[in-house]
């Protein structure tokens, strides 16, 4: 039962324009969504996340937007730069006791130069 | 701050032998995690403790992993035997406190063990 789908592998794009990272999530009652970024042999590193009672949330190239009705969000990047590549994982999490974080699959972006 | 730091990085062991790994949270983070994250996947919540209590352990294989966090600081996760499957990174992660999970968690660097 995978309740948070990064339906995307990989993604490319060219430095300078938009990345867009797309995830689906199933269960209508998680309270927070978040994004991580992970290189090599690194653990995963806290991105940016937004509230399930907001729509948007922007932190400096970085913005979330979520669409509740569609059980959808997307982190979008502008400008993409080269050391944006790295890979992305859509979490979620329930608060309330056990806070445990649901992760997709992550999606590879590769930014070219 | 120092981070979340893990030990060892790699480990390669044989099926049926044991092997533990060492986790040490930031420095007043009273949340930890392990997460197991299998090649090709997204991490999953094995372990949560709330200082040395466990809040959720429903996803821990109990038959062969453990986990114990003394003290409510240094925490060591273990499995005996291990089977070909366990091999993954195993990522340690700590928290503040629940209600700053806006945040996010910290990460560690992780522990990728290799079963052959």
């Known amino acids: 039962d995978q309740q948070v789908k990064q339906n995307s592998p990989s993604l490319s794009v060219q430095e300078g324009r938009i990345s867009i990272l797309n995830c689906d999530y199933t269960?209508?009652?998680?309270?927070?969504f978040l994004w991580y970024k992970k290189y090599p042999a690194e653990g995963p590193t806290f991105l940016i996340s937004?509230?399930?009672?907001?729509d948007k949330n922007e932190d400096g190239r970085f913005t979330v937007f979520l669409n509740k009705s569609a059980k959808h969000l997307s982190l979008h990047i502008v400008p993409s730069q080269p050391g944006d590549s790295a890979v992305y994982f859509c979490?979620?999490?329930?608060?309330?006791?056990?806070?445990?974080?649901?992760f997709g699959k992550g999606t590879k972006l590769t930014v070219n130069p | 701050e120092a981070g979340v730091a893990q030990s060892p990085r790699y480990k390669i062991i044989e099926k049926r032998q044991s092997v533990a790994f060492w986790c040490n949270p930031i420095?007043?983070?009273?949340?930890l995690y392990w997460y197991q994250q299998i090649l090709g996947q997204g991490p999953k919540l094995l372990i949560q403790?709330?200082?040395?209590?466990?809040?959720?352990d429903s996803q821990l294989p109990k038959d062969r992993f453990s986990a114990e966090r003394l003290k409510g600081v240094d925490s060591t996760l273990k499995i005996q035997p291990a089977k070909l499957e366990d091999s993954a990174v195993y990522l340690c992660?700590?928290?503040?406190?629940?209600?700053?999970?806006?945040?996010?968690?910290?990460f560690g660097s992780g522990t990728r063990l290799t079963v052959v």
């Open positions: 992660a700590s928290s503040l406190d629940p209600g700053r999970l806006f945040y996010g968690y910290t």
């Open positions: 269960n209508s009652m998680f309270d927070y």
């Open positions: 937004i509230s399930s009672i907001k």
């Open positions: 979490a979620a999490l329930r608060g309330g006791g056990s806070e445990k974080l649901v």
């Open positions: 420095s007043g983070h009273a949340t």
């Open positions: 403790f709330q200082n040395n209590g466990v809040v959720d």
